[in-house]
């Protein structure tokens, strides 16, 4: 069982359109890390939310953190090609350790 | 040239075969992990390594093993490949930053592993 449920798993969309990805879970994570993965490669951090209600900007990526800290959000505004990949959510527990969630695989057409 | 780095990138064996992947890194972080990835499943750590003398099992640890060799070497061994044991591996590596933030976690760029 997942303690971290993405969705969508997979998400197919034109340039220039808006999208927003889900990281839900029941329970509370002390931070969430969202990660971004191209094919043949590693993931590579993209953003750390620690704070319950708190909202990170990367240019046209929007990361919120749920009151709570048991869920958070992607939003990409004005997709691009180049938004294309794997995005996958971690949450951090006991130990500083990570739990990943299933990923989104997003794809951006031209 | 990369601060992590995985051997071999592609390796394709038969059930039974004893297989080691190597990680290498240069960043001089203490903390090092072995991760599988599964379509849909994201990552799931199968062992870990906080310095040269610890080793901790993850979440799935039955059938692999490893050794960490020196701060900057951690291995992985599958003592007898099994079909369901083909995957991604990525090995990651962390720095302690303390104070409560979370640690960043570095990624090399997998081996996939095929055991027919």
């Known amino acids: 069982t997942q303690l971290l449920e993405q969705s969508p798993q997979f998400l197919s969309i034109q340039e220039g359109e808006n999208l927003t990805v889900y990281c839900n879970s029941s329970s509370v994570f002390s931070s969430l890390q969202w990660y971004r993965q191209e094919p043949g490669e590693g993931p590579v951090l993209l953003v750390t939310?620690?704070?319950?209600?708190e909202v990170k900007k990367l240019k046209r990526l929007t990361f919120q953190f749920g009151d709570a800290r048991k869920d958070s959000s992607l939003h990409i505004t004005a997709a691009q090609t180049g938004d294309t990949g794997l995005y996958l959510c971690?949450?951090?527990?006991?130990?500083?350790?990570?739990?990943f969630g299933g990923g989104t695989r997003l794809m951006v057409k031209p | 040239d990369a601060d992590v780095t995985q051997t071999p990138r592609n390796r394709i064996t038969k059930t039974g075969k004893r297989i080691m992947l190597e990680c290498s890194q240069t960043?001089?972080?203490?903390?090092m992990y072995w991760y599988r990835q599964d379509p849909g499943l994201g990552l799931r750590l199968i062992y870990y390594?906080?310095?040269?003398?610890?080793?901790n099992k993850g979440e799935i640890s039955d059938g692999y093993s490893v050794s960490r060799q020196a701060q900057a070497k951690f291995s992985l061994s599958l003592e007898s490949a099994i079909p369901n044991q083909t995957a991604l591996y990525f090995c990651?590596?962390?720095?302690?930053?303390?104070?409560?933030?979370?640690?960043?976690?570095?990624f090399g760029p997998g081996t996939r592993l095929t055991v027919l």
């Open positions: 960043k001089g972080h203490d903390r």
């Open positions: 390594s906080f310095d040269v003398k610890d080793i």
């Open positions: 990651a590596t962390s720095d302690l930053r303390g104070g409560g933030a979370t640690d960043t976690q570095y």
């Open positions: 971690a949450g951090a527990t006991a130990g500083n350790m990570l739990t």
């Open positions: 939310v620690v704070t319950g209600g």
